[in-house]
């Protein structure tokens, strides 16, 4: 297939906004040595901004080239329901009620298990929470699971080590642990109406392997870190005003609602007006929304979907002529350097696929979710959120993707051996 100018230079942007990915902390740097230009330099330290900021350079170049008509028409060809979706199932999950509800459960959860309370509420956030991300997607698990890491582990001075293997081990599981339906994670999302994939498929071929690896993950991460996760105070918090039970049933019911009606954004826009209604009427029993963190988020998604169509041309036919070994491994790579639910959106359009090449591509996509920020959708909401503990407000791409290499691979052997 012969490129375009603008797929050209598509791809060109793409691969400088990968590489900007792994200079951010660079940019944090230069903006307190050079205090009078920090502006700029914070800017391009956001790792949330980086695929936007060189969307709009694509759309800038096509509209010089093009016409304004032309760019528009582009746009408008474009599927922005994902980051629109992360962004507001993001707010939702992070709200207090929502979070009280998931904090009392996991602490009721973790008293089943024989450790420290600390050892055993971090391993819950590890396990249990990426695999309830099969049911309330993985964006809305991973926004549970960093608010709750954070507010336990990453505030309370943990060391440097502990914070980057937590953050490979979360971003591994919450990226294998939407498997188990057919519904929660993207790259699954993509194929499952084309491919016919229920449930039950999901649960047989890749949710009970998932399982595995997830606890795996979570039990060597927390067992590696025992000594110093038992000398933290975990426990339930005290002296706040509970949240009425009626009120955190509503915020249930809102989540559930968006997470159904996922596909549809003039629904779930609606019942996201409505809690932001709620929450306002409610403030007592709220914190602060992260409206700023998720519109973030959504941006640098909705720059992934602008850069990534531009990528059809070259990745297609890379994935077209690989067998399922090499897909599986291939795909594990690539999603590296480009968003897994674009991989497999593109892997389904290939032509005359058999059941090995759909199993290998979906499980090479889903094993390389927790490599890099833009393997998969829900990574930046974990950016946003925890980034702010790390040195320099900046989390390091080379430290995160040695960090998740580990628990990678134990999803390799899961998913390629079991």
Not at 291 to 310: C, D, I, K, M, Y
Request: glycine share 8%; aromatic share 12%; with cysteine.
């Amino acid at each position: 297939m012969t490129p375009t100018t603008i797929q050209l230079i598509g791809t060109l942007l793409f691969a400088i906004a990968v590489v900007h990915t792994f200079m951010t902390k660079y940019f944090e740097r230069l903006a307190h040595r050079q205090p009078g230009h920090a502006g700029i330099w914070h800017l391009l330290g956001e790792v949330e901004v980086v695929f936007g900021f060189w969307a709009f350079v694509l759309l800038a170049f096509m509209a010089f080239t093009g016409g304004t008509d032309t760019t528009i028409s582009y746009l408008e060809g474009l599927n922005f329901t994902e980051p629109a979706f992360v962004f507001v199932i993001m707010v939702v999950a992070a709200s207090r009620p929502v979070l009280e509800l998931c904090k009392t459960l996991a602490h009721a959860m973790a008293r089943y298990i024989p450790f420290n309370d600390s050892v055993a509420f971090y391993f819950i956030c590890l396990a249990a929470i990426p695999l309830l991300g099969s049911f309330i997607t993985e964006p809305a698990a991973m926004t549970v699971a960093a608010l709750m890491l954070r507010d336990n582990f990453y505030s309370r001075g943990i060391s440097h080590r502990l914070k980057y293997v937590t953050l490979g081990a979360l971003f591994v599981n919450i990226s294998i642990g939407g498997t188990l339906t057919h519904f929660a994670a993207p790259p699954v999302l993509m194929v499952a109406a084309r491919w016919d994939w229920d449930m039950w498929y999901m649960l047989s071929h890749f949710g009970w392997k998932a399982a595995i690896a997830v606890l795996i993950n979570a039990g060597l991460a927390t067992w590696l870190f025992r000594s110093e996760l038992s000398r933290l105070d975990v426990k339930p918090e005290a002296g706040r005003a509970g949240v009425p039970p009626l009120l955190i049933a509503l915020h249930v019911l809102f989540l559930a609602g968006i997470v159904f009606f996922a596909h549809h954004p003039v629904v779930f826009v609606g019942v996201f007006l409505l809690f932001l209604g709620i929450a306002e009427g409610y403030s007592h029993y709220h914190d602060r929304l992260i409206l700023r963190e998720g519109l973030l988020v959504g941006f640098f998604l909705a720059g992934l979907v602008t850069l990534g169509n531009q990528q059809q041309w070259w990745l297609q036919d890379v994935l077209a002529g690989m067998d399922s070994t090499a897909l599986f491994f291939g795909a594990t790579s690539l999603t590296a350097i480009t968003d897994n639910a674009a991989l497999t959106y593109l892997g389904s359009l290939v032509e005359g696929t058999d059941e090995a090449f759909r199993y290998s591509l979906v499980a090479g996509a889903v094993t390389g979710g927790g490599l890099t920020v833009i393997a998969n959708a829900p990574n930046p909401a974990a950016f946003a959120i925890l980034r702010g503990n790390f040195d320099d407000e900046a989390i390091n791409p080379l430290g995160l993707l040695v960090t998740a290499l580990p628990p990678t691979m134990v999803a390799v052997i899961a998913f390629q051996v079991l």
